[in-house]
């Protein structure tokens, strides 16, 4: 007889999302909570970061991991890498709970699972932490520079945003030229302020956002942006919004405050509803950047320190966001299909090729 599965229960939401594997990890001794998600190895191993966040519940948890992990099958189909789509979330505070003892536990995680998944960084982790789970399993990138690895991956990343703005302003206005443009940048982290730094070089005027109010003053007086409280951000009439913080902040209140026309910025899984929300933007004509195309250059970076690193291919794969956004819009406009959905056809036809190709003699 079939077991039953509750509507909330864990397997239910696993069938949902279309997951292969997930795996709790739980160590006292170190007081590791980590859960690493497997969602499709159709193009090949999973590949994705690891975040170390506080949730405020388990259940929080098991969503955000579960969400990223499949954006990351979409985000390696779209970017052309012959990786699947995983990830991994570690429950705990990154200030405070982080110990080199917790993360070569993770690692020993990620080494049992004999390659099915390697991690790179994310919010709440770093290159120096990729060095610890690289002491425990070579199924780890963004490892430092300095003992062979290609190093943090967010200037990388920023410039693949950078890329995915020029595309939208290009068919917006007709011009990518960002001199006299406006643009909001929510949470100016690692990648938020390699975006700062980008935009300001070409004149672009920035509006700094975060809930760190010292780094907001900070960045704002290095690169010459406007230091804005989080809290005002929907108020602020500009070209372009880009979230580089957390995800979901593309809900029904803030699209109905969004004074700007585009939305493109480096946050996983922007929208908090992809169908309700992709076609409210369009019905109010704001375009909105998929955040799995163009954030793309992080993960990029890692697959290429993977395939042996090359400078000029990673840039070179990363400029190629551009293209590849130009691409999702004109099929969005042709179909009349939402952004988000125009570039989930393109990536779901990939994987479907590629599992007859896997399939077949
Ligand atoms: P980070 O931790 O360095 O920076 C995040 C910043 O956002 C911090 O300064 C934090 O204070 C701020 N923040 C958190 N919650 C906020 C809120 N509610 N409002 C405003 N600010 C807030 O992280 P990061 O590496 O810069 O990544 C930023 C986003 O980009 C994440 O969603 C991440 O998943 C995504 N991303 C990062 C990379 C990468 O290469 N680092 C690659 C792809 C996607």
């Known amino acids: 007889m079939p077991v039953q599965t509750q509507p909330e229960s864990i397997f239910s939401q696993l069938d949902a999302f279309g997951h292969k594997k997930v795996v709790f990890c739980s160590d006292p001794d170190t007081g590791l909570k980590a859960i690493i998600a497997i969602h499709d190895t159709t193009l090949g191993p999973a590949l994705g970061g690891t975040r170390m966040w506080a949730y405020k519940s388990e259940a929080d948890a098991l969503n955000d991991v579960l969400r990223l992990s499949k954006g990351m099958t ?3 189909a779209i970017a052309g890498l012959n990786m699947g789509g995983g990830y991994s979330v570690i429950i705990g505070d990154s200030r405070k709970d982080k110990t080199e003892a917790l993360m070569r536990k993770f690692g020993r995680y990620i080494k049992n699972l004999n390659g099915e998944f390697t991690t790179a960084e994310d919010v709440g982790t770093n290159p120096r932490d990729m060095e610890y789970i690289r002491m425990e399993t070579q199924h780890v990138t963004g490892v430092p520079e300095n003992i062979g690895g290609s190093g943090d991956p967010s200037p ?3 410039l693949g945003v950078f890329m995915g703005i020029k595309a939208c302003l290009k068919e917006q206005f007709g011009s990518d030229n960002l001199a006299g443009r406006s643009v909001i940048v929510q949470g100016i982290g690692h990648v938020g302020e390699n975006l700062v730094r980008l935009l ?6 920035v509006y700094a956002s ?5 780094r907001i003053g900070q960045i704002a007086k290095k690169y010459g942006a406007q230091a ?4 005002t951000i929907f108020d602020i009439d500009a070209d372009i919004y880009a979230p580089c913080a957390l995800g979901a902040t593309i809900n029904t209140q803030t699209i109905n405050k969004l004074k700007c026309g585009i939305i493109a910025g480096s946050a996983n899984n922007q929208l908090l509803d992809e169908e309700q929300h992709g076609q409210m933007l369009v019905d109010k004509g704001i375009l909105f950047a998929p955040d799995y195309v163009i ?3 992080g993960i990029i970076n890692c697959y290429s320190e993977l395939m042996g690193f090359s400078k000029k291919r990673t840039l070179q794969l990363t400029e190629n966001i551009y293209e590849a956004t130009r691409n999702i819009l004109k099929l969005s406009k042709s179909e009349n299909i939402s952004t988000i959905n125009a570039a989930n056809k393109i990536a779901e036809k990939r994987i479907a090729d590629i599992r007859k190709v896997k399939s077949s003699y």
């Open 200 to 205: 300001r070089d070409e004149n672009a005027k």
């Open 210 to 214: 975060d809930i760190n109010e010292e």
């Open 74 to 76: 979409y985000k390696c």
């Open 156 to 158: 990388i990343t920023a």
């Open 295 to 297: 954030n793309a250059g």
């Open 228 to 231: 804005v409280s989080n809290n």
